[in-house]
């Protein structure tokens, strides 16, 4: 189709127009090729004729079904007039603020506060995919935080615009949105944090200016850090060019930064006096704009508020204060007055005020700031020379201070909120918000504008390509062929300003040298770029400027103060006395390596789009460019690792009214901004797309019959776009849509719209038609009736007479009177029978309602005498259930007490008799150890007696005997290599046999400590669920006084009792399994502790084994048969004696070690059964409260039992339940019975166990006294072994018998009082038991002397006479058959509240 086609007659185009941009207009006469002139018709009815033949023809405007659209990509014509209606309907008449623009989100500044920013509103969009709601801040930041759960990738949200576009609040927004969502369960408040940090950085660097009261002077990026499920766990924030001319200078009607206001606003408060601060008009770097006071801002208000959001970040009152103390210096050192002194000097006089209180609050040298604020220190190779400063030049120098003193604090409180925000685990995602300025041109353009509009050239360039790739995934996912859109690249702008010899590298080189000025750097300027580089040109008019075509416009930069601000420096001088400062904050701000406050400089590496060069001086780095050209690349590598989402922030007007619209200022922004880029890039290929269902429910009008009888709807629009569209250019068939270019929807538009009208011009013919028809069959029906009226009375006059004029007359009258005597006559009649039926019917029915009446109320009396009994039945029936399991249960866990007590004191018995078995084996090896030593001394005596005879024969067998000893020399040869061999076998013996013994112990040590454990843990557990049905028995009784107070609601105190018995039932159910798992548990116990006494008592056996084996392999009576008294001789000497005495020492401290870690042992589980004791103990006394109290309850439920039989009781079948319950009684007084003879039971068994120990304690004590004598027979036995060593180690040997006689003794005492202290601790508690038993013997004795009477007088609460006493049980009788409709509604209740209960 042609482009001429389109612009036919009806259609309407948009004409340039000079107030509102773009103007609407309809085409009166078809276009055709050729034509000179196209004539159209504007909005106001003037004709015009817009010239066509040199210019291009005017943009198409969309149908009216695409106006208002939610995207503005999915309009048929994509141009600049389009975008701007489309915003303006939505803006101005539907009062919606946001648009989408493809992926971008077009936020509209309303002026107003909007109810959409609620949490029911953050909790509609959660969850919500992007294109099912209306478009949101919210919905982007869901689309952020769902793209960052489902692909595990970082996000970030670009927010843009220029100043008052409400860039602050969209970011604020959009961090409340995520602190919501994703709220984790922890008390850290992390949340809270995040969004309290964006009140601080308000407070410090937000001001108020001629477009904004609330602009943001900086640019912030947010890292919002999530973990693994997705909660907020802290937070970072990046910061990029604070604005710091604005500490010192401020337009007219604009202010410093709010802190300062805020400082101000609270001076007249105690806590700040220190600061002497006064009105913000006193102060020059407040007072500059002439405008201190916003309108409807309260700054003390806010004061407060800063203070909160600082203290919930944890910055408490001193680091404030700090704070205050370095904004309220900058204030004062603004007041310094400095007086010119000729033309070249300048002064400060020592008694200026406010330089006084400058040096006070930061703790500096007044004389040196007053001396070095007016001069100047020049270092040269040779010298150093001090030059006085100019007013001008000491003025610049006091507000370079000032401008490096507050970037310093801002940096220093940015950096403690990150701090604040940090988190101690790993961040598993993030989703950063950049909040940053937008494309900037004034009238007077400086540094900060062009550094401003280079970052956006930055991210205008990051933009541009992630729009291009979006669109090359959407028609690589449709199939579609896809051809290379061109698109504007903005590479050689930022080439111009930071690539190699460009804009920041040249202003850096000038800032190098000493004499550098603005003038010389805007001359290189001028010869590398003029007339070389086409988006650099030098205006015409002046020659301190410079121009750069950027993406948005043309911007005109003065170079005035290009140099000052890059530098940014201040004098050494001044730099030293601030680190000499005495006042901690201001000294860490001037350290020479001070640390980085943001914690990605040291990881990640920067570069640049193109390789610029590093100069050899350090200087160069430092300066404000080159920091934010690298703080830009980090910015950008930071991006373009994440997925980008996109919201421009638009300002309707310049006058910040509510929901006006200026349609040259936004499109200005949307210029700026990139929307119009996006839109264009999207109209070069497919802009329109429609699904194939949208397509065939809109179009399904230019479709025939033949087409719509096809059942696949995709096929049939390809037919229908084949016939309708003759050039298959224009469109393209996607998978699941229909992609077409500009204009060819607003072509079928035009097409449907022909159809219908078509259709509407054959309607109204057949229409107009058939009331044309209607019309005139009416006109000709009614002259019809005219003409027959008229011709009927035209005959009547003709053939009427007088005559029969009367006699008709007469005959009408006599009719009249006639049918009126009938019809009255009639009417009486009627009358007559009406009232008598009247009559008969309301006597029948009155006395039928006194019938009624009467049955009535004796039912009602009767039902309340009934209903009355039988609640008072049901109540005692429950009340008496409750009372019998209260009684059961007690039992059961006195039973439970008594019988955990008997095994704990089974348990101890048993262990008494394993001490005292292992006294007993110990007492035997001392025995057999004397029995040897008697041996030894035997031997002695027959070894000398044999000396003697071997004296007397010695002279007649000298040569027999050298013969023998000769034998006998080889026999010890013989035996030495013997002995050696069995001692080294014994020894290996030795250490396998103790090193399994030893791993045994261990191992069933850890058996016994894991078993314990297990059993304290169950028993904790079971004492919990004690506690629980305690606190369940007092509800009960709460329960109870509520039932007695409020007895007139008796069906709900009837569930609650139901309800609670149930519980009761369930819990009694599970007592005896606590029991039996308790019981299970003590018999485990047992047998651990029955096994580990088996093991030991096997260890010993073996142990005496081996020592008897040792004594048995040593044959002395053979050896000392062989030798002679000169083999002893020899014997000794060598030291083999001496060897074989050492084994035995070894032996016997093995023996001996291991009987201390037995006893160790021993010692360890007698500490653990004496706890359990007390603990039993401390358990019994609790019981015995909780039995006391239980039997309180019982006497108050007695009192009120026999209170409410006195009235009720009376009917046999009451007699019967009174029965009952005594019999119930009599078994619980037999089981308690049985329950103390078991108890006298046991104490018989625990006193005869206790005269057991006794006699047991007097035999250990004679044991101790034989072995005392034993230990004596033993010195005398070791005296003879001395003897038989012939004084070889006399001394060591005594004292070490000595020493191991002293042990045994020893060890045997302190067994003795171990054994004693155990026996008496038993007799107390034994003692203790049999208190409580009598204690619980008197109880149920008491419970036994109360005994309920019954009276018999009354029913219910009606008294009555014995007379009358058959007549009134017959008529209950009868009221209780007539009323089993309602004890059926009641069984039904009770079945409901049990199965409620289970």
């Not at 930055?458 to 992630?466: E, G």
């Not at 606190?1031 to 008796?1050: A, F, M, N, S, V």
């Not at 039989?1205 to 019999?1223: G, M, R, Y």
Request: glycine share 4%.
């Amino acid at each position: 189709m042609a482009l001429a086609e389109l612009y036919a007659q009806y259609n309407r185009v948009w004409i340039p127009d000079n107030k509102e941009v773009w103007q609407s207009a309809e085409i009166t006469k078809s276009y055709k090729a050729g034509d000179r002139f196209l004539h159209v018709q504007l909005e106001d009815g003037t004709e015009l004729n817009y010239p066509v033949d040199p210019a291009p023809l005017p943009p198409l405007r969309n149908p009216d079904i695409l106006v208002g659209e939610n995207d503005l990509t999915a309009l048929s014509y994509l141009h600049e007039p389009a975008v701007l209606h489309n915003l303006k309907i939505r803006f101005v008449e539907s009062k919606l603020i946001y648009t989408y623009s493809g992926i971008i989100l077009v936020a509209i500044n309303p002026y107003k506060e909007l109810p959409i920013y609620g949490d029911a509103i953050i909790h509609a969009y959660s969850g919500q995919n992007m294109g099912d709601m209306d478009p949101h801040i919210f919905a982007v930041a869901e689309e952020a935080y769902k793209q960052m759960a489902r692909n595990n990738k970082n996000q970030s949200i670009i927010v843009s615009g220029e100043s008052g576009a409400g860039k602050t609040v969209s970011a604020r927004y959009t961090m409340r949105y995520f602190a919501t969502v994703s709220k984790s369960s922890s008390n850290a408040h992390v949340e809270d944090k995040v969004l309290a940090s964006n009140p601080i950085t308000e407070a410090v660097g937000n001001a108020k200016t001629t477009r904004n009261d609330n602009s943001s002077r900086f640019g912030k990026y947010t890292e919002i850090s999530f973990d693994q499920s997705y909660q907020i766990i802290g937070a970072n924030m990046r910061t990029y060019l604070l604005e710091k001319s604005r500490v010192v200078f401020q337009s007219e009607n604009e202010r410093n930064y709010h802190i300062f206001y805020q400082l101000c606003a609270s001076a007249m408060q105690p806590e700040y006096e220190h600061l002497k601060l006064g009105n913000a008009e006193e102060f020059n770097y407040t007072r500059m704009g002439g405008s201190t006071v916003i309108e409807g801002v309260d700054d003390r208000a806010n004061m407060v508020e800063t203070q909160k959001t600082f203290a919930l970040l944890g910055l408490k009152g001193d680091f404030q204060m700090d704070v205050f103390k370095m904004l309220a210096a900058i204030l004062h050192l603004g007041n310094v007055e400095i007086a010119a002194v000729g033309d070249e000097r300048s002064s400060i006089s020592m008694e200026d005020k406010h330089l006084r209180i400058f040096c006070e609050l930061l703790d500096l040298n007044c004389d040196k700031m007053a001396r070095w604020l007016c001069h100047r220190k020049i270092v040269t190779t040779s010298e150093t020379v001090i030059k006085p400063m100019t007013r001008a030049q000491a003025v610049n120098a006091r507000d370079a201070l000032a401008k490096k003193i507050y970037s310093h604090l801002f940096d220093f409180i940015v950096e403690r909120i990150n701090q604040a925000l940090q988190f101690p685990g790993k961040k598993h995602t993030f989703i950063g918000v950049l909040d940053i300025y937008g494309f900037e041109t004034f009238d007077v353009n400086s540094f900060e504008q062009f550094c401003i509009n280079y970052a956006n050239e930055k991210l205008q360039q990051q933009f541009n390509l992630h729009v291009f790739k979006l669109e090359q995934e959407e028609y690589m996912k449709e199939d579609i062929p896809w051809t290379l859109i061109d698109f504007y690249d903005n590479q050689p702008v930022i080439d111009l300003i930071e690539a190699k010899m460009g804009i920041l590298e040249l202003l850096d080189e000038e800032c190098l040298l000493p004499h550098g000025k603005d003038e010389n750097w805007l001359q290189k300027l001028y010869n590398n770029f003029v007339n070389k580089n086409t988006l650099f040109e030098k205006p015409r008019m002046s020659n301190t400027s410079f121009i750069i075509q950027h993406f948005a416009d043309k911007v005109e930069y003065k170079c005035e103060g290009f140099l000052e601000k890059n530098r940014d420096t201040v004098h050494e001088v001044l730099i030293e006395i601030l680190k000499e400062s005495k006042f901690h904050l201001c000294a860490n701000f001037f350290q020479d390596s001070p640390v980085s406050v943001s914690p990605f400089s040291s990881s990640i590496n920067i570069k640049s789009a193109r390789p610029v060069l590093k100069s050899p001086n350090k200087q160069l780095r430092t300066t404000v460019g080159s920091k934010f050209r690298n703080s830009l690349s980090l910015l950008m590598v930071t991006l373009n690792a994440t997925t980008p989402h996109y919201v421009r922030c638009i300002k309707p007007n310049d006058e910040k009214l509510p929901f006006e619209f200026d349609s040259k200022r936004v499109a200005q922004q949307l210029r700026a901004c990139g929307v119009l880029e996006t839109i264009r890039i999207s109209a070069q290929s497919y802009p329109s797309r429609w699904t194939y269902i949208e397509f065939f429910s809109r179009y399904s009008i230019l479709m025939t019959q033949q087409e719509l009888s096809i059942n696949d709807k995709k096929q049939i629009c390809k037919i229908v776009l084949q016939r309708l569209i003759q050039d298959h250019n224009q469109y393209q068939f996607g998978r699941t849509k229909i992609f077409f270019r500009a204009g060819q929807v607003a072509y079928l538009e035009k097409l449907r719209s022909d159809k219908l009208r078509h259709a509407c011009v054959l309607i109204q013919k057949c229409v107009r038609g058939w009331l044309q028809r209607k019309k005139f069959l009416s006109m000709r029906k009614a002259v019809v009736t005219v003409q027959q009226y008229f011709r009927g009375q035209r005959t009547v006059r003709q053939a009427v007479t007088a005559r029969n004029l009367k006699e008709t007359w007469a005959a009408i009258i006599i009719q009249k009177y006639c049918r009126g005597y009938l019809v009255r006559r009639l009417c009486q009649l009627i009358h007559v029978a009406a009232v008598t039926i009247q009559a008969y019917t309301r006597g029948f029915l009155a006395r039928k309602k006194y019938q009624k009446m009467r049955e009535e109320q004796k039912a009602v009396i009767l039902q309340k005498y009934a209903r009355a009994w039988l609640a008072r039945r049901r109540f005692q029936n429950i009340r008496r259930f409750v009372l019998n399991i209260q009684l059961s249960y007690r039992v059961q866990q006195l039973q439970k007490k008594i019988e955990e007590q008997s095994r704990e004191n089974h348990g101890l018995l048993e262990r008494l008799t394993s001490l005292a078995s292992a006294h007993m084996n110990d007492v035997d090896t001392i025995q057999k150890l004397e029995s040897e030593l008697e041996k030894f001394a035997a031997q002695k005596r027959t070894y000398e007696e044999k000396g003697k005879k071997y004296r007397e024969d010695s002279e007649q067998k000298i040569l027999k005997l050298e013969n023998q000893n000769k034998e006998l020399q080889e026999q010890k040869e013989t035996l030495e290599i013997k002995l050696q061999e069995k001692t080294e076998e014994m020894k290996e013996k030795m250490d396998d046999l103790t090193q399994q013994l030893f791993n045994d112990v261990q191992k069933e040590e850890n058996q016994r400590m894991i078993l314990e454990k297990n059993f304290q843990n169950q028993k904790q557990d079971y004492e919990k669920e004690i506690e629980l049905l305690k606190g369940e028995i007092k509800i009960l009784k709460e329960e109870k006084t509520q039932l007695q107070q409020q007895i007139q609601q008796e069906i709900i105190i009837q569930d609650g009792l139901k309800m609670e018995v149930g519980q009761l039932t369930k819990q009694a159910q599970k007592i005896p399994e606590l029991q039996k798992e308790i019981e299970l548990l003590q018999t485990q116990k047992l047998d651990v502790e029955k096994q580990a006494h088996s093991q030991k008592r096997e260890l010993r056996e073996k142990m005496s084994e081996v020592t008897k084996q040792l004594l048995e392999s040593y044959d002395f009576e053979d050896v000392r048969s062989r030798l002679s008294t000169e083999d002893l001789e020899h014997l000794n000497e060598d030291g083999e004696l001496w060897f074989a005495y050492e084994g035995l020492k070894k032996a016997t401290r093995v023996m001996e070690s291991h009987f201390q870690s037995q006893k160790e042992i021993y010692e360890k589980e007698i500490e653990g059964l004496n706890f359990k004791v007390e603990h039993l103990s401390q358990d019994i006394n609790h019981l015995q409260k909780l039995f006391r109290e239980e039997n309180d309850i019982n006497d108050g439920i007695r009192l009120e039992v026999s209170r409410l039989t006195s009235e009720n009781l009376v009917i046999p079948d009451l007699k019967q339940q009174v029965a009952e319950l005594e019999n119930q009684k009599l078994d619980l007084e037999n089981r308690l019975q049985e329950q103390t003879v078991k108890l006298k039971e046991m104490s018989n068994r625990l006193h005869y166990e206790l005269e057991r120990d006794r006699t047991h304690r007097r035999t250990t004590e004679a044991q101790n006294e034989v072995d005392t004598k034993e230990n004596e027979s033993l010195k005398g036995t070791t005296q003879g072994t001395e003897g038989l060593s012939n004084g070889l180690m006399q001394d060591e040997v005594q004292d070490e018998v000595q020493s191991k006689i002293k042990q045994v003794t020893t060890r045997l005492a302190v067994e003795n009082m171990d054994l004693e202290e155990k026996l008496d601790m038993k007799d107390r508690i034994i003692k203790k038991l049999e208190d409580q038993i009598k204690t619980l013997t008197k109880t149920i004795e008491k419970a036994e002397a109360h005994v309920p009477t019954v009276p018999k007088e009354y029913i219910g609460m009606m008294e009555y006479k014995k007379e009358d006493e058959e007549r009134i049980i017959q008529n209950l009788i009868l009221a209780i058959k007539s009323s089993q409709e309602h004890t059926r509604d009641l069984n039904l209740l009770s079945s409901w509240s049990s199965t409620k209960s289970i």
